[in-house]
């Protein structure tokens, strides 16, 4: 039997075949176009998602901050414990050198935050640890409100997006400013006053 005949017994003509084989590069095309859209809409969502959970990490070093605060700590205390609440937004670990993935850099971080906490200057923190994004994230100062019984804290950051390239898609910036905030009781002046016990 011919090749160019079919199944029902009758024969095809050339522009028949050229013309079914159009069809099938057609919906291949169309299916890469659709591909490439659902793609890119995963990786915003994807994208979105990783903003709003680096916000919840702004808001829970702010307060982890203001918590420092209230209690009574320095400024210089206070600075060191929003660094260490803002850790999963800080990237990579550059100080102290490790190897193994982040399996590795959470086995070697762990132990070094007491460390970090525990410093006396400012000239010992970047030997225990450093972060490659640490200097994105801002300290605010502390404030007060509501005549001084509430204090806040404020810890900013210019977030960079992951270094795909995808998010040039929808966004034309290389970073989205990110503010965490808390708001506490302002009632250090009890831990401080021994005469209350």
Request: proline share 5%.
């Amino acid at each position: 039997m011919s090749p160019c005949l079919a199944h029902n017994g009758r024969s095809r003509s050339g522009t028949e075949i050229a013309s079914r084989g159009s069809r099938a590069g057609q919906s291949l095309i169309e299916s890469c176009l659709v591909l490439a859209v659902v793609c890119l809409a995963f990786f915003g969502a994807f994208q979105i998602s990783q903003m709003y959970a680096a916000q919840d990490v702004l808001d829970y070093a702010a307060a982890r901050g203001a918590r420092a605060k209230t209690v009574g700590f320095n400024r210089f205390m206070v600075y060191k414990t929003i660094r260490v609440g803002a850790i999963p937004n800080a990237g990579r670990l550059l100080s102290p050198v490790h190897a193994g993935g982040p399996l590795g850099e959470l086995a070697v971080e762990t132990p070094r935050i007491p460390l970090y906490l525990g410093a006396q200057n400012w000239g010992e923190l970047g030997g225990v640890l450093a972060y490659e994004s640490w200097d994105s994230i801002g300290i605010g100062l502390p404030g007060l409100q509501d005549d001084g019984r509430i204090i806040s804290m404020e810890v900013p950051q210019n977030k960079p997006f992951m270094s795909n390239g995808f998010h040039r898609a929808y966004y034309s910036g290389d970073f989205v400013p990110l503010r965490g905030e808390a708001y506490i009781d302002n009632h250090y002046a009890l831990y401080m006053e021994e005469d209350l016990w």
